[in-house]
């Protein structure tokens, strides 16, 4: 396998969508909009492009990784400029090949190396936990409820990057795309049925709840 990853270009807008949606359809919900996020969040302001990667296998893409701005408010107001992936996907019929490994590992040494202080993420630790990611709480930082959630993660990329830093996450509103022309969005791509899945109904779990473990 010849393996290469790069920056996206607007050449690939419409694969990498089709990528999304296919590794996402009816994993978290029936049927699923990160593709539709992807395609909202290039024109966000929060939008990185540079941190934005795809990767190719004998010259095809065949996945992606998206990067925003978020920021950490401290409990005394103050903001502090954080970054976060999503979505994230390798298409389907290539997991558990070491490809979005490759791939997330290069974003973040990327990212590192552009002087970025830290990464936030929401997702299952088993995805993640790979890379040194660690539940938020450790670094003393909540979701904007003031909540520990355990699927909310972040990762330091310099010594000391959260020491001094303690308050809550606010990932970019691009996460949060207006709904309203997604159905006529998502008729651009092939029919696909909407199923109800078990895999559903942990994700839903997942997401509420809380991390009890103590760093
Ligand atoms: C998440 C995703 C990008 C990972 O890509 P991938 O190429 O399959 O991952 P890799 O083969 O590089 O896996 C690296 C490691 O991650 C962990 N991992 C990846 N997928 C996993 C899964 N489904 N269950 C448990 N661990 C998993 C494992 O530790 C794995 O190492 P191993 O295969 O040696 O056990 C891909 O599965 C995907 O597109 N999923 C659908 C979309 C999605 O859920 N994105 C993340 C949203 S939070």
């Known amino acids: 396998m010849d393996i290469r990853i790069r920056?996206?270009?607007?050449?690939?807008?419409?694969?990498?969508?089709e990528i999304t949606r296919e590794a996402f359809w009816n994993l978290y919900c029936p049927g699923c909009s990160e593709h539709f996020m992807a395609h909202e969040?290039?024109?966000h302001p929060d939008f990185i492009p540079e941190l934005t990667f795809?990767?190719?296998v004998d010259g095809k893409v065949v996945g992606s990784i998206f990067y925003s701005y978020s920021k950490v408010i401290d409990v005394d107001g103050?903001?502090?400029?954080?970054?976060?992936f999503g979505p994230v996907s390798i298409s389907p019929h290539l997991h558990r090949q070491g490809l979005g490994k490759r791939l997330i590992s290069h974003s973040i040494e990327a990212a590192k190396k552009a002087g970025h202080r830290a990464i936030f993420i929401g997702g299952f630790k088993y995805h993640y936990t790979l890379y040194g990611f660690e539940g938020a709480k450790k670094y003393?930082?909540?979701?904007?409820?003031?909540k520990y959630y355990a699927g909310i993660m972040a990762l330091p990329l310099f010594e000391g990057a959260l020491d001094n830093i303690r308050g809550s996450i606010h990932f970019s509103e691009g996460m949060y795309p207006d709904n309203k022309s997604f159905e006529e969005y998502d008729s651009k791509f092939p029919y696909r049925e909407k199923e109800i899945k078990p895999c559903q109904k942990e994700f839903e779990k997942a997401v509420s709840e809380i991390?009890?473990?103590?760093?």
Do not use: W
């Open 211 to 215: 991390d009890e473990q103590n760093y």
């Open 41 to 43: 969040l290039r024109k």
């Open 7 to 17: 920056n996206e270009e607007e050449k690939d807008y419409y694969l990498v969508e």
């Open 78 to 84: 103050q903001e502090h400029k954080t970054i976060s």
């Open 140 to 146: 003393r930082v909540s979701m904007p409820d003031g």
């Open 54 to 56: 795809v990767i190719e």
